[in-house]
Nanobody
Framework: QVQLVESGGGSVQTGGSLRLSCAVS????????MGWFRQAPGKGREFVAA????????YYADSVKGRFTISRDNAKNTMYLQMNSLKSEDTAVYYC???????????????WGQGTQVTVSS
């Protein structure tokens, strides 16, 4: 059974930075495409970023492009999301997920973490 555990969330001021981590166990992390999603209060879950198994292909939502960076360390079975220049609209619960099929930005993700809260305030 694949398990994903996010960490690194917290409260920061506008313009600050956070680094989220997603530790994966129970599967072959190095062969899995992965993604980050988020859900703000009262809104649906939205795609944030995705990375191919090798790290060679990355996608970002337009709203985070240039501010967020997705990366992975296959030796540590861990994926990261470096978030800079944070805005209040980035406030959400952030989830990591393992891709199963289809497009990395909108396809099927089969395994999900429990989420970590990110709160950005002025």
């Amino acid at each position: 059974q694949v398990q994903l555990v996010e960490s690194g969330g917290g409260s920061v001021q506008t313009g600050g930075s956070l680094r989220l981590s997603c530790a994966v166990s129970g599967g072959t992390f190095s062969t899995r495409n992965m993604g980050w999603f988020r859900q703000a209060p009262g809104k649906g879950r939205e795609f944030v970023a995705a990375i191919s198994w090798s790290g060679g292909i990355k996608y970002y939502a337009d709203s985070v492009k240039g501010r967020f960076t997705i990366s992975r360390d296959n030796a540590k079975n861990t994926m990261y999301l470096q978030m800079n220049s944070l805005k209040s609209e980035d406030t959400a619960v952030y989830y990591c997920a393992a891709h199963r099929a289809g497009d990395l930005r909108g396809g099927e993700y089969g395994y999900w973490g429990q989420g970590t809260q990110v709160t950005v305030s002025s």
